[in-house]
């Protein structure tokens, strides 16, 4: 009897197994545990997944990616393999592609098509097993999504920790990751298309993703170039400086030979000072650039800015007459004016302002004739101490514009009126200087009213000039010169009483200025009050005023 209960069992087992897919034993390999960690090494969440390709990628969950700073997966053997990359993620259906640090992978094949309603399903869980059970159910209803992506509903037996392990159709092909269940005991199973989250990537704007931010792990860059140029460009304002050279190493690592990420880690470089290292990722660009007038372009800006902006740590291979060079061999290659400017503005530092000039001349007589460059031209001019043709090239530039003017003009119509003002144009300079502050009613300070007061003075128009020095120490009231200013043009135009007050107030601000003193001595005695003014003139002296005794020797006597 015993013996017969043993063969039936044995028969029973061996029908199960032959029940089995033949696809079963191998695609086992393929699954695996997922675990991370935080930064601290505690353990933040366990899954499962399995490996999609050749280049060690994977597929699980996301949700266990959140928080952590470092992740592994352990396969049926028990090796442990670390995450060494997220690929790409989605958070609404719970997915995520990644790399691991492997020398090679067993991939599962997905299926190019999605299952049909009702027919037979597998999923296969983790296990050490070598030939592990894989479950039977049939799917029930299909959701479509993002097209043509399905969501399956799928009856069949729930088991414990069945999470993004694979679901298979008959030829062993997976079609979906096993997705939550409400009830691990529910007969109702639920799985997102594996094809959806086989297609997952990273873009050019990913860096600034929240979901994938959510994550420590690093990020892979696009596979199209043109994409992760985009990432370069962005993560340069996003990223802290450790993390914006990590990405840039990445870059080129991933594409050695595009031009970009080279000249992104020169410029790094320049910022740490290694100029050598610089100049050798420059030369690099040169080599492998597709455009190479644009590299030669970048190299020439490289060196001009470290030799006008950087510290003066010394590089000799990095000189303006090389960086003149780089640019004029930029546009023999292509003509771009963008080119020949960067030329004009290396010889205008090295103070061949003739040279400059010229160039801009021809700029002028293409493509850039805008404001800018009239603008560069007419300081190439005012250097030369041609202050007529420096005026009318700023004339040149403000008439670019139409009015009414935009903000875009003030840059210019401010450089014109400081010019009228060196040439003691000032009636035409306050005029230029009046269209600026209906421009930039907001950015005008304390000194500009100040200077245009002066402006003001000098043309004799006292009143506008008395405003402007009351605006001018509304705005700055602790600036003592305001008030001197002020309380000095009050008395030239005999307003003694307002200069008193001027004065009185210039005292209350720093009662050890003898200016404030002698203004108001001199306004008191013109007034016809010599003894007070005597006595706050000799005040003004004592306080070291050095026009005090010639004041009180002409009018308090």
Partial sequence: MRRTLICIMAALAWCAAQAQPGWVKKAAKAVFTLKTFDADGNLIASSNGFFVGEQCEALSSFAPFKGAARAVVIDTKGNEMPVASIIGANSTYDVAKFRVEAKSTAPLAIAAANAAEGSAVWLLPYSTKKSPDCIEGRVSKIETFQGSYAYYTVGMKGIENSVSCPLFNANGEVIGLMQQPVDAKDTTNYAVSAAFANSLKTNGLSINDATLNSTSIKKELPDELNQAVLTLYVAGSVLDSSAYAATVNDFIAKFPNAADGYISRAQLSVGAQDYAAADADMQQAIKVADKKDDAHFNYAKLMYQKLMFADAKPYDKWTFDAAAAEARAAYDINKVSLYRQLEAQIRFAQKRYDEAYSIYSELLGGDMRNAETYF????????????????????????????????????????????LLSMKEYRKAVVDFNEYEKLMPTEVNANFYYIRARAEIDGHIYQAALNDLATAIGKDPKNTLYYCEKASLEIRVNLFDDAIKTAGQCIAVDPKLGEGYMFLGLAQCLKGDKATGRQNLQKAKDLGDTQAQELIDKYAN
């Fill in 376 to 419: 560069a031209a007419a300081r190439c001019k005012e250097m030369m101490s041609d202050t007529t043709a420096m005026l009318a090239l700023l004339d040149s530039a403000v008439n670019t514009f139409s009015k009414p003017y935009l903000k875009s003009a003030a840059p210019y119509i401010l450089a014109r009126a400081q010019a």
